[in-house]
């Protein structure tokens, strides 16, 4: 079981040890958690990096806070079985 996290910057990455500063989205067996965050994440750049809508341009930590939480609310109403989507 892993887990997937956000920095502030809204980039995502999965671990089984979160690092300091970042958030935790969901945790759930490797292969499914990747495929669920990556189809309700935001695709950025060559290397096709994942990020929390709304996070990059939010104008301070309060709204970036408000925009994941959002973003957390509305995947877990489509989280499949074994993916738990945690409240950040």
């Known amino acids: 079981m892993i887990r997937a996290f956000c920095y502030p910057s809204g980039l995502i990455d999965f671990g089984r040890s979160i690092p300091k500063g970042a958030k935790v989205i969901a945790r759930g067996p490797e292969q499914e958690l990747r495929d669920f965050i990556a189809a309700k994440a935001r695709c950025y750049g060559?290397?096709?990096?994942?990020?929390?809508?709304?996070?990059?341009?939010?104008?301070?930590?309060?709204?970036?806070?408000?925009?994941?939480q959002r973003w957390s609310k509305w995947i877990a109403i489509s989280a499949p079985k074994g993916v738990r989507v945690l409240s950040p």
């Open 46 to 68: 060559h290397l096709r990096s994942l990020l929390v809508p709304g996070v990059p341009e939010a104008d301070n930590a309060i709204a970036a806070a408000d925009a994941l």
